[in-house]
């Protein structure tokens, strides 16, 4: 997949417990509203018991496809194929490289990358593109000092990059100006007014 084919320039990130009162999926389709062609969701929540990530997965594919979303799972190929997902989301801690390997044909395959020794190594194990994080101090993420910045974000790169940590609508347009493809993010679109964080990443400079 070319960069210019990616067609996610924002990245919803779920956590079942930053959603108001652990609505995800009502939140989730709030956000989304009825076009969102150019929004994934990530079903991360890695903690829920198998059957009901499953039952969630399953929840949110509907929710994805109203809105022309897509919906990526973190790791787990079974599920994903289970409920007819778009692709798939590993770690760069894992054995990227076989989870990718395993993947279908036309999946969007991400890889999360901290810096661009990983983010090479995503893209030669055929990541289509990448999260690198965390640009910006972010809660359990990065404390003040020990985020990467704006300047991390300035290529060429081998595949997109999202930028992700610490990072709202308001900071879309400088991750852009600063060569990202996109943004990821978590709280900052599951909670407040998702629906207007989630419009304000939708007007798009040309690539």
Known sequence: ???????????????????????????????????????????????????????????????????????LVHTDVELARAVGADGVHVADTEDARRLLDEADD?????????????????????AHYATLSPILPSPGKAAPGHELGFDALEGPWPIPVLALGGLGPQHYRTARAAGAWGIAGIRAFLTGDVAQAVRSCQETPSP
């Open 1 to 71: 997949m070319l960069a210019s084919e990616l067609p996610v320039r924002l990245l919803l990130i779920t956590d079942r417990h930053q959603a108001p009162q652990g609505a995800l999926v009502a939140t989730v389709q709030r956000a989304l509203g009825p076009n969102a062609a150019h929004v994934a969701v990530l079903l991360r929540d890695k903690d829920l018991p198998r059957a009901e990530r499953l039952e969630l997965a399953r929840q949110l594919r509907e929710a994805t496809r109203t809105a022309g979303a897509r919906l």
């Open 106 to 126: 036309d999946w969007i395959l991400g890889a999360s990358c901290h810096g661009r020794a990983s983010l090479r190594a995503a893209a030669t194990a055929g």
